[in-house]
């Protein structure tokens, strides 16, 4: 059975650093496109990042760009999501997504499995 499996969040200080990391079994990972997502207490679920099935492309949600960066290695089916320059806003469970294929832009529009989610807290 495909599976997503987040790991590595936790609670941090602003201005602090954490790296998520996504572990996918059971399909051809270089095939897909990955991404995260996050979603913080009431409100809507929110697009960070994504990566293209090659790790040449990338995309990034304005909240986060130039202090987050994600990066995958195909090797170890794994996504990462290096995330600097915490703030208190970034405080969210983060998501990990496969896209339908390995263009990024599969991810924001049409990610079609779910890992259960990691906690991100940053306190002030």
């Known amino acids: 059975q495909v599976q997503l499996v987040e790991s590595g969040g936790g609670l941090v200080q602003a201005g602090g650093s954490l790296r998520l990391s996504c572990a996918a079994s059971?399909?051809?990972?270089?095939?897909?496109?990955m991404g995260w997502f996050r979603q913080a207490p009431e409100k809507e679920l929110e697009f960070v990042a994504a990566i293209s099935g090659s790790g040449i492309t990338t995309n990034y949600g304005d909240s986060v760009k130039g202090r987050f960066t994600i990066s995958r290695d195909n090797a170890k089916n794994t996504v990462y999501l290096q995330m600097n320059s915490l703030k208190p806003e970034d405080t969210a469970v983060y998501y990990c997504?496969?896209?339908?294929?390995?263009?990024?832009?599969?991810?924001?529009?049409?990610?079609?499995?779910w890992g259960k989610g990691t906690l991100v807290t940053v306190s002030s």
């Open positions: 059971g399909r051809t990972f270089s095939n897909y496109a």
């Open positions: 997504a496969a896209g339908t294929s390995s263009y990024v832009s599969s991810v924001p529009s049409a990610a079609n499995l």
